[in-house]
């Protein structure tokens, strides 16, 4: 079930049976749910029964600060350290470095879900399930990829400050560069598959109790380039993953102490109605549901400019988006 940034319209696609099915080729039609490494599987649910309802009885929750627990700073801290060591050896310009965090529930997940689309007004909010994969809910700022009537749109997005009534927030160096970066990024990976690409001015976008900053970006694919080629391009992110991006992978997968799965993966419609819309988004602020327990995924983008304190800040801010749900 799903509803997408600033749409009123909540789309459920049920498949009839509990088969895994994978994409091949993101010619298939349906919803899918990719990890960070795609070479696990992309998961494909068939949309054998389809659902569309206006939303009702939205619920704003309390905005009071939240206490968030401290446990696992030690080692976040000290994964940061390493990731900028290697900024500063040469090896990386950039790695997204994340980490887990476990919570108690006692709201079901339908409960969950619609307090997401209550409070995320701006995100594409999400719950999925499968037996065989799990359950797993969000309500993500970012857009890996919307094709729509051969238009092409995504977005750079990095940078996090914390969201503040009535207060504009002031980017940093730190910041700047860092979502620069990720346009640079986006312009060199994606500019051979478009006839043209435009990239917009950077601006601020609240993300919940976040501020971020983000660039539309927009083009024309050129008629030969396939689906596939456009999300073997993007994904993963600098957003999620790093620069240069084969390096940033096999420094996060050998230095963070869990697995991702699904966070910093994507989801989203695939080919929807048939040769229809493809709007596809990155997995964050998104949790796993296993019975009473969550497990939210949090991270961050290390640079050379980055301090290890306040990217373990930026982290717990980020944790907020769900807790606060919870
Ligand atoms: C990796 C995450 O956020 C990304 C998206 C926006 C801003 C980010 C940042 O400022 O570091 C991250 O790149 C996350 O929320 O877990």
Redesign the pocket.
């Known amino acids: 079930m799903y509803r997408k940034p600033n749409e009123e319209v909540v789309t459920a696609i049920f498949q009839s049976n509990n088969e895994l099915y994978t994409t091949k080729d993101f010619l298939e039609i349906g919803f899918v749910f990719a990890p960070f490494s795609l070479e696990e599987g992309v998961v494909l649910i068939r949309p054998d029964e389809c659902y569309r309802s206006k939303l009702t009885n939205q619920v704003k929750l309390n905005t009071k600060e939240l206490e968030v627990s401290g446990f696992g700073k030690e080692e976040h801290i000290l994964l940061v350290e390493k990731g900028i060591e290697e900024i500063q050896v040469g090896h990386l310009k950039k790695v997204?470095l994340?980490r887990k965090l476990e919570a108690k529930i006692s709201k079901s997940p339908i409960a969950i879900f619609k307090d997401l689309l209550g409070n995320y007004s701006n995100a594409f909010c999400y719950l999925f399930h499968h037996p065989k994969v799990g359950t797993w809910c969000g309500a993500t700022p970012?857009t890996l990829v919307k094709i729509k009537e051969g238009k092409l749109n995504t977005m750079s997005?990095?940078?996090?400050l914390p969201f503040e009534e009535n207060v504009e927030p002031k980017w940093g160096a730190k910041e700047i560069e860092?979502q620069q970066m990720v346009s640079d990024h986006i312009r060199n990976s994606l500019g051979n598959l478009m006839e043209d690409l435009k990239i917009g001015q950077a601006e601020s976008v609240r993300a919940g109790n976040l501020w971020?900053l983000r660039s539309g970006v927009k083009g024309v694919p050129r008629s030969e380039t396939s689906l596939l080629n456009i999300i073997e391009s993007l994904h993963p992110t600098p957003?999620?993953c790093g620069i240069p991006t084969k390096a940033a992978q096999e420094f996060i997968l050998q230095n963070e102490k869990y697995r991702r799965t699904f966070y910093?993966g994507f989801l989203g419609e695939l080919n929807m109605p048939r040769d229809g819309e493809t709007s596809l988004f990155v997995n964050?602020?998104c949790m796993e549901i296993k019975g009473d327990s969550v497990a939210i995924?949090?991270?961050?983008?290390i640079t050379a400019g980055s301090d290890p304190e306040k990217e373990w800040i930026?982290t717990q801010n980020?944790s907020k988006t769900m807790l606060r749900i919870l």
């Open positions: 997204v994340s970012e997005l990095a940078g996090t860092e971020h957003a999620v910093t964050l602020r995924f949090v991270g961050g983008g930026e980020k």
